[in-house]
């Protein structure tokens, strides 16, 4: 197995032997393993990464796949809190919205912030939409961070009175109805946010 079957953005075909898996690290998403060896999933320009040794194929529909990918920016709304993590709807992927199906993520309080992060609800309350980064999948399951700046709560209601919330801090939000104020890890675009809410 010293001859190379290919190199980058040779094209290939669903189905195509792509090499074995002492080989490469093929790609969950665009490749499948039989018996060792590799194979195409689908149709496509092949993608090898030489230093991680990593396989994959890239569609030509690149830009508008529906599969979540890990470095993937997310928008979604938290539907539950646990005591580490918080469970999150999302529906789009790289600012395509993908009303046929959703996706389900958690955050863990670990990955919510660079700053210490005590309490979850510190940072997130149910309802509350945001964008998060996909960092690990596991089957249909998205682990999400919203570390980094540009992450972290762009809407948020108030918990007494439902009226949406304005920030007055980086980690602030003031009702400006019942001047109920909360705690939230907020993304540094809140309130002037680009994409739409209405999913
Ligand atoms: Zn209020």
Do not use: W
Request: proline share 1%; glycine share 8%; hydrophobic share 35%.
């Amino acid at each position: 197995m010293s001859k190379k079957l290919f190199k980058n953005k040779d094209i290939v075909l669903t189905g195509q032997y792509l090499g074995v898996v002492e080989e490469f690290l093929p790609d969950k998403q665009t490749t499948f393993i039989k018996e060792g060896q590799i194979y195409a999933s689908k149709s496509g320009l092949i993608n090898i990464d030489e230093k991680k040794r990593e396989i994959e194929i890239k569609t030509h529909q690149e830009k508008d796949r529906k599969v979540v990918r890990k470095g993937d920016i997310v928008i979604g709304t938290i539907l539950f809190l646990r005591q580490y993590s918080v469970g999150v709807n999302f529906y789009t992927v790289n600012s395509k919205i993908h009303f046929n199906s959703y996706y389900f993520g958690n955050i863990h309080v670990s990955q919510v912030s660079d700053r210490y992060i005590d309490k979850i609800y510190d940072a997130f309350q149910i309802t509350d939409i945001l964008r998060a980064r996909v960092i690990e999948q596991n089957y249909n399951e998205y682990k999400l961070s919203t570390v980094g700046k540009s992450l972290g709560v762009i809407y948020a209601d108030c918990m007494i009175c439902g009226t949406p919330l304005k920030k007055i801090g980086f980690n602030k939000l003031r009702c400006q109805r019942c001047g109920n104020v909360e705690t939230r890890k907020i993304a540094n675009d809140y309130g002037n946010v680009n994409e739409s809410l209405r999913f």
